[in-house]
């Protein structure tokens, strides 16, 4: 089983901060993730400062429209260092499609290898009160799986979910079926607002393709040294 991505989760309000980080993580050989904060605060110096990097990114921007628009976004966003987008499952069949189909697309335009588009199944922020709602029947592990087969028949290369989902979703739907697994936490490190953490080991023990880090790499007084010791647990 080969070690999990590391993915360092650019949450930053500052410009500046952001770039520092990119130019001294880059080299480290993670990859980034742009989520809203930063794309819609300072999006195109970011990108400058991950291009002068060389550096590949996930662009988090959880898409979610009709398909004629969500393809027009995807054509938008992707250039060369996309690695991999999300968009939201509830957006339905076509529209899942549609991106995927803009991916391949764009990437050929541009000559860059195609990036991977992820689903969002359930917000993990929705309870099943929630759900019930918005008219979803069942709580959200059950929506997760029936959101997560959509993607897959759509050719979505994965979905954005908990370490502690792994296991399921590789049993249900293959070991190539990718996951992009936030809220990590280094043992010892503070939980913040996440509140199923999981390790880096045991996020590579569950098979966990991407593990993405925010916090505890960029608000450390030193973000290489906390990057390099969740590699070394990713790799052990
Ligand atoms: O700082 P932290 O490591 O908690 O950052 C996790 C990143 O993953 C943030 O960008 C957050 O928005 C994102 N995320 C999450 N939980 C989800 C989906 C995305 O924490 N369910």
Request: aromatic letters at 4%; one cysteine or more.
């Amino acid at each position: 089983m080969s070690s999990p991505q590391l993915v360092v989760a650019l949450d930053v309000p500052d410009p500046a901060r952001s770039a520092a980080l990119v130019e001294r993580l880059a080299p480290l050989g993670v990859i980034f993730k742009i989520g809203y904060e930063a794309y819609y605060g300072h999006g195109q110096s970011i990108k400058n400062a991950l291009r002068a990097a060389g550096a590949s990114y996930a662009l988090d921007l959880k898409l979610h429209d009709i398909p004629r628009t969500v393809e027009a976004a995807v054509h938008a966003i992707v250039e060369p260092g996309v690695r991999l987008i999300t968009v939201h499952a509830l957006g339905g069949a076509a529209m899942l499609e549609a991106a995927v189909q803009a991916a391949h697309e764009q990437a050929a335009t541009c000559s860059m290898p195609v990036p991977d588009v992820y689903a969002v199944t359930v917000l993990t922020s929705l309870a099943v009160e929630d759900l019930g709602e918005l008219g979803l029947s069942g709580g959200p592990g059950e929506n997760a799986i029936r959101l997560a087969a959509l993607a897959r028949d759509a050719r979505c290369a994965g979905v954005v979910c908990s370490v502690r989902e792994v296991p399921d979703l590789k049993a249900f739907f293959g070991t190539e079926f990718g996951t992009f697994c936030p809220g990590i936490r280094p043992a010892g490190s503070a939980h913040g607002d996440q509140k199923r953490a999981a390790t880096p080991r045991e996020a590579r023990e569950a098979g966990a393709d991407y593990v993405v880090v925010g916090r505890p790499i960029v608000d450390d007084r030193d973000p290489v040294g906390a990057a390099r010791a969740i590699l070394e647990e990713l790799a052990a």
